[in-house]
């Protein structure tokens, strides 16, 4: 593919020009260019230049329009000096339209791959084994699973890790009690769905803690199991399979529902690292990053204490022997660095586990395992609350199971749909019930996605699936909105014809649909899908306001004009389709 340049680049690129014409001695300058009410853009750069040079920012700007080619033929059309020093900038309609169908000419929309693409680790989607998945795994998979998109899409390698909770003391109560009552996870006969699984696990949580709590002796038979498992007895280990297997059952059911893709050689849990802990503490002691203190290992940082003042270490490993998570992060780390390359690693983590993973961080750069050329960074995601603005909880005060979550956001956006069907549309049943999916992951997905990560949001299944507003329903409304005009069509073809003239509404939805590539190099780079959700947002409002003003299959100006409109309409649906994807949502060709 080419690399399509984006029309404020290439007006940036120009004024920078100007710029240094007029004033050699200053260098390159940076325009300060930025989209503007008052025009397409404004470039603000003359005043911090003019002062610096201890001159006159209106007569610095002139000499700049003085030095532009505008008119017939020229990216620019006009351009004007406003107010102290400010440019103000009008692109041709030939330009906008020439560049989109550059765009449209390449599948992938004439987005560039990224400069120096690297290696990147992503953390993301962490449920514990035995344990129901709820609605605080949600943040993690979701915003996650976007970022490997986003990331791929600009040409990075992209690692998967799931570091699940597969590893730890409560297995030996857990092992025990399987084994003196070796039927608990037998299933009834044919393929098991994810949902009785989860209901073998559970009941066999809630005895085998019944018991621990109730009698003495078998809590020291379950805690000889730790010393088992953690010795690798093969016996006990085959039982943990078991479990590990039977949750990933119902993980994997759960992921489905939410329309992820998860691989069994990207998870790779607590346990993957054990052989490695003995050695990571080994490392850290020798190289003195590491200090015995009480009797267990700990890293220490002057600027983290306690509430008296003390303070509070990294425990690497116990005084008891066992080891911390810090042991079994650390070591993910040297793995991840040392034997997968990666040049950064992304934890997709809560925001309350951000000491924790500061702790980490700088004690494997201490340790040299992260440095100038490889770095760690939390994308840290804030709390999904409950309308009343306290965290999400059922009536009863339980943590709300993700499965019964995702089950009423598919009913009531089914429900929408079913109520929106008419003659015209005619969606028959499996229609309806495939909309609903799509429709109703699609918003929960799209509500996380929409707001910043570390920022918490309130949980609202009646505004998430509404067709008004910053919705993923609005934008799947206006990408269908299009593919029914496009199935209208006739023997009109989506053509670009730069000569025309423009109205307002169309050069608006052209300059935002131009925009694409530089917005996803922004969302990469500071991984913030949020401004992905936001671009398609004002996208589709941008399309809603064309497609209001300016008829497209009776466009007044002829054939030549409906075109150019069908064009403009195929491109904005390949946008918002792509865009889409890359948040993980669907698309329904009709709604």
């Known amino acids: 593919m080419t690399p399509v340049t984006s029309l404020a680049a290439s007006v940036n690129q120009r004024v920078a020009d100007a710029l240094s014409a007029a004033l050699p001695e200053a260098g390159a300058a940076d325009p300060l260019l930025r989209r503007s009410d008052r025009a397409d853009f404004q470039a603000n750069g003359m005043l911090a230049l003019a002062k610096k040079l201890k001159g006159n920012p209106r007569e610095l700007a002139g000499q700049v329009v003085a030095g532009i080619a505008t008119g017939e033929g020229a990216v620019i059309k006009e351009i004007e000096v406003s107010g102290p020093g400010f440019l103000n900038i009008t692109v041709a309609d030939e ?206 940082f002057d600027d983290v204490k306690g509430p008296d003042g003390n303070p509070v270490p990294l425990i690497v490993k116990k005084s008891n022997g066992g080891y911390g998570y810090a042991a079994t992060d650390l070591s993910a780390i040297r793995d991840r660095v040392q034997n997968l390359g990666a040049e950064t690693l992304l934890y997709v983590v809560d925001v309350r586990q951000s000491l924790h993973f500061k702790m980490v961080f700088e004690t494997a750069r201490r340790a040299g395992w992260l440095n100038d050329k490889t770095e760690a960074v939390q994308l840290a995601f804030g709390t999904v609350l409950g309308k009343d603005g306290k965290p999400f909880k059922t009536r009863e005060g339980e943590t709300v199971r993700l499965v019964d979550l995702l089950d009423e956001a598919i009913e009531r956006a089914t429900a929408v749909v079913r109520e929106k069907n008419n003659d015209k549309v005619a969606l028959t049943d499996e229609e309806i019930a495939a909309n609903g999916v799509q429709i109703g992951i699609g918003a929960v997905k799209y509500a996380d996605l929409s707001t910043s990560a570390g920022r918490d949001y309130k949980f609202d299944l009646d505004q998430m699936v509404s067709l008004n507003g910053d919705t993923s329903v609005y934008i799947q409304y206006a990408y269908a909105r299009i593919r029914s005009i496009l199935r209208l069509r006739g023997e009109a073809e989506p053509v670009a014809h730069p000569e025309l003239a423009l109205a307002p509404a169309e050069r608006a939805l052209g300059l935002h649909l131009d925009q694409f590539g530089e917005m996803l190099a922004e969302a990469a780079a500071g991984y913030e899908p949020h401004k992905v959700a936001a671009y398609l947002y004002h996208l589709a409002s941008l399309y809603t306001t064309f497609y209001d003003q300016c008829p497209v299959l009776k466009a007044e100006g002829g054939a030549d004009q409906v075109a150019n409109r069908l064009f403009l309409c195929d491109l904005t649906a390949r946008t918002l389709h792509q865009g889409l994807a890359l948040l993980g949502i669907r698309t329904p060709e009709r709604l």
């Open 95 to 300: 330009a906008i339209i020439s560049t989109l169908a550059a765009r449209a000419a390449d599948d992938r929309l004439g987005v560039p791959y990224a400069d120096r693409p690297g290696t990147t680790v992503i953390d993301y989607a962490q449920p514990n084994v035995a344990k129901e998945m709820h609605v605080g795994h949600l943040r993690s998979a979701v915003i996650g699973a976007a970022m490997v998109e986003i990331l791929e899409f600009t040409g990075e390698k992209v690692i998967r890790r799931h570091h699940i909770g597969d590893w730890g003391t409560q297995f030996g109560m857990l092992i025990q009690y399987l084994t003196e009552h070796p039927h608990e996870l037998d299933h009834k006969g044919g393929e098991v769905s994810g949902e009785e699984a989860m209901t073998n696990l559970g009941r066999l949580y809630k005895a085998s803690r019944a018991l621990f709590d109730a009698d003495p002796e078998f809590k020291e038979r379950a805690r000889a199991r730790v010393v088992d498992l953690q010795a690798g007895d093969e016996e006990t280990l085959a039982l943990w399979r078991r479990f590990v297997d039977e949750s990933k059952i119902y993980f994997y059911s759960v992921f489905n529902k939410l329309d992820m893709d998860i691989k069994d050689q990207d998870v790779v849990g607590e346990s993957g690292y054990n052989a490695m802990l003995e050695e990571t503490c080994r490392i850290l002691e020798e190289t003195g990053v590491a200090v015995r203190s009480d009797g267990a290992l700990c890293v220490f």
